[in-house]
């Protein structure tokens, strides 16, 4: 056994290039399911955009501990959306509650569709909870509880929020927040000024996992329903990615720095610029890839895509698609291609959010504000089904890796 764990060690050492990643052996990963929120009229844009709002808020109230306006009412509450979820179990006994992943917050609560089950375990602390996400809302009190992830890994006394109050949020149950801890500044009241550990840091603390990180495994999909992602605390799966991982500090630009926030520049083709290298998020809660409104106007132009307006997102002739050119990211040096085919909607499901089977519909918006605003792009779900993603807390940096559906042609 020594031999066999030693050499597998040494090729995900190589795998993670510099600054290798502390593997745990094994590995255990969370099932991921992907599913559309259907409760209302589906518009990812404006989904995303309040979403892209709101988390500028959010860095504003982690920088001043203040909380901040919630601005939920910008869309209709029952606006749909595109979720990632996995089954957690709370309480001893537990309850399993269904939990949408989001690396762009960081608290971990319940209530918005299973009511809390309290068990010997539940401890209520005399704070009250908040968080506003853009699209939906949650208030209520925090609770230490027992978290059970599955497969051992077991958080005693972890935050949770206990909502009694949501808006904006159908199908799910309530959050597993992955994001910076920094984002958990000001959600607790009156202590507004104290962090929460997340998660993945009460597990890295509490000795169950060797790393302090997590890393995430999208897969494109055509399909209302699916499982086809995968979560993984703690170390990464080498089954799940191609060639090498390639890690980006954590970027100095806020809003962006509060996040997982890197800097990065893209064109289109092999010589037309977009957006000039600027600092943006990876966030697996945002659906789409949105990007500045002048590097938006500059892609619409190259690609001559038509604004749907009912639809929101750009659109294409199947004759326009024939030619479409890939679109190139360039973060810390290296480049991502993102495919003619995963630059566009799955055509199957181009009903599902209101469009037409005539058309094929682009997944790069605009983000709502012009670049130089410190979050001038948000690599969101479509861009992460096509990339292995690494969130490294212990090295503030995010890590990208080509897998087997970079180049799929699924959609």
């Given at each position: ?73 910008s869309?209709?509450a ?6 990632y ?66 497969a ?13 109050k ?53 897969a ?53 610029a ?28 190259a ?43 799955p055509?199957s ?20 504000t012009?670049s ?21 807390t ?18």
């Open positions: 056994m020594f031999p066999t764990t030693l050499l597998t060690t040494l090729l995900l050492a190589f795998a993670v290039a510099a600054n290798p990643v502390v593997v745990r052996e094994p590995l255990v990963s969370l099932p991921m399911a992907k599913n559309f929120n259907t409760t209302g009229t589906l518009n990812l844009l404006q989904r995303d955009q309040a979403r892209a709002r709101q988390l500028v808020l959010s860095a504003e109230r982690s920088l001043t501990g203040k909380p901040t306006p919630d601005i939920v009412g869309i209709p029952t606006n749909a959306a595109v979720d979820t996995v089954q957690v179990g709370i309480g001893s006994p537990p309850t399993t509650y269904t939990l949408l992943v989001d690396t762009g917050s960081s608290n971990t609560w319940i209530g918005a569709g299973k009511a809390y089950v309290r068990t010997p375990t539940s401890i209520q602390t005399p704070d009250t909870v908040s968080v506003s996400y853009g699209s939906g809302s949650f208030s209520g009190i925090e609770f230490l509880d027992t978290v059970n992830l599955g051992g890994l077991i958080i005693n006394n972890q935050s949770i929020g206990v909502a009694n949501t808006a904006g949020f159908g199908g799910i149950d309530g959050i597993l927040g992955i994001g910076p801890v920094d984002l958990t500044v000001g959600t607790l009241r009156p202590h507004t000024s104290s962090s929460v550990p997340t998660v993945t840091d009460n597990l890295f603390s509490k000795g169950v996992i060797s790393a302090n990180l997590v890393s995430v495994s999208f494109p999909t055509n399909s209302i329903s699916s499982v086809n992602g995968e979560l993984t605390f703690g170390g990464i799966d080498s089954s799940k990615f191609t060639g090498s991982i390639r890690f980006a500090p954590i970027t100095t630009t806020y809003p962006a720095s509060f996040f997982w926030g890197i800097n990065q520049s893209i064109r289109y083709s092999t010589g037309t977009i957006l000039s290298t600027t600092a943006g998020i990876v966030d697996t809660g945002t659906t789409l890839i949105l990007i500045a409104s002048d590097a938006f106007a500059r892609y619409q132009a690609t001559g895509a038509v604004l749907d307006n009912q639809v929101g997102l750009l659109r294409l002739t199947p004759a326009q698609f024939a030619n479409l050119k890939s679109l190139f990211f360039v973060i810390n040096g290296v480049t991502y291609e993102l495919t003619a085919n995963a630059q566009i909607w055509r499901l181009n009903t599902a959010i209101g469009g037409s089977n005539s058309f094929v519909y682009l997944i790069v918006g605009n983000i709502g012009a130089g605003k410190g979050l001038d792009f948000i690599n969101g779900m479509t861009f992460l089904e096509r990339y292995y993603s690494v969130y490294d212990a090295n503030r940096r995010v890590g990208l890796a080509t897998t087997s559906n970079t180049f799929a042609t699924t959609n």
